[in-house]
């Protein structure tokens, strides 16, 4: 009988799950976070920022990696495809909602394949035109495109990119021509807007800022549910008429989706608890970030929201990756 008993134990211990333990002993090593952008892209200080909080709370390295490529799709893959044991996480931009419809054969779904720990930093995102433009509201600017259609032209950092998007609904919900001026990046864009080769641009606030205070560019919108606090005498896009057009530049921590839901919760909480460290939360308002504290119920929400506002306007410009 005791034989029979010690049998039983041996099978069913192995099956008896120790969250606590698990929760309790992580992290016990150095955990990798991937950064699929380029080193000092937007992305990358932000999520270094956070790094360095949760190695100092949790007594473990937190290391950036950076591997860029195929818009963030590169990095994002190879985190998908390793381990799942809260050792190798990813953090990524907006793209990774918008490319997964802008990328038709992506080898990873952002919603099963991936779990969201937090929005690090979240950016609403502005219209600007020159400062000497007689342009002064999204009115004005609706009005020229619409009294001269083709003559007005906007810049973006690239094809299938936040600002590109945003511009594309923005012509399609105000239904005039406008001509698209595509660069590498958001400061080739800048330089062209200053240059007048273009008559606006998108971008997010952190980027703006440094020319708003310069005074080198003029802000007509911003595109969040309220005034952002660095810039507020610009009204939004819902006080100018537009509904539904909330969007912001974000940065987001997430796991691969079958890591243990101790580590994922562990995870949660120290994220959250870092975004609301007095230095963090400085070092990130100060650039014009918020961080809202969702739950994870809230964060996979958001997620497939942003997903379906993107994949729709992808869908109704049958834009595509080349």
């Known amino acids: 009988m005791r034989s029979i008993v010690r049998a039983a134990i041996a099978v069913l211990l192995p099956l008896c799950p120790l969250p606590a333990v698990a929760q309790d002993a992580y992290p016990s090593r150095t955990v990798q976070v991937v950064v699929p952008y380029p080193a000092g892209g937007s992305t990358d200080p932000l999520v270094r920022i956070i790094c360095d909080r949760l190695s100092r709370n949790l007594g473990q390295t937190f290391v950036v990696l950076n591997q860029p490529g195929a818009g963030g799709n ?34 990873f779904d952002v919603e099963k394949d991936l779990v969201p720990l937090a929005v690090i930093a979240r950016f609403p995102m502005v219209f600007v035109v020159q400062p000497s433009s007689d342009l002064n509201s999204i009115a004005d600017l609706v009005a020229r495109a619409k009294q001269k259609p083709g003559d007005i032209s906007y810049g973006t950092s690239g094809n299938g990119v936040l600002d590109h998007l945003i511009d594309e609904k923005f012509k399609a919900d105000t239904r005039t021509n406008m ?27 952190n980027a703006v800022m440094p020319f708003v205070d310069a005074k080198t560019v003029k802000p ?21 008429g537009f ?21 994922v919760e562990k995870l949660h909480d120290e994220i959250a608890k870092a975004l ?13 970030a918020e961080s809202p504290p969702l739950s994870l119920a809230q964060l996979r929400d958001y997620v497939h929201r942003e997903r ?15």
């Open 276 to 288: 609301t460290d007095p230095a963090v939360h400085k070092l990130l308002t100060d650039q014009g």
């Open 308 to 322: 379906e506002l993107y994949g729709a306007i992808v869908r109704a410009g049958d834009m595509k990756a080349e």
């Open 243 to 263: 509904k539904n057009f909330q969007m912001y530049g974000w940065a987001m921590l997430f796991a691969p989706s079958n890591t243990p839901q101790p580590i």
């Open 74 to 107: 590169t990095g994002t893959a190879s985190v998908v495809r390793g381990a799942h044991d809260g050792y190798t996480l990813v953090a990524s931009a907006a793209a990774i909602a918008i490319n997964a419809t802008y990328y038709r054969n992506l080898s």
């Open 179 to 205: 001509l698209r001026v595509p660069h590498n990046g958001v400061p080739a864009t800048f330089t062209s807007l200053l240059r007048g080769d273009i008559n606006f641009m998108v971008a997010a606030s």
């Open 220 to 240: 007509l919108a911003v595109t969040s549910a309220a005034r952002s606090p660095q810039l507020p005498d610009v009204p939004t896009m819902e006080e100018q």
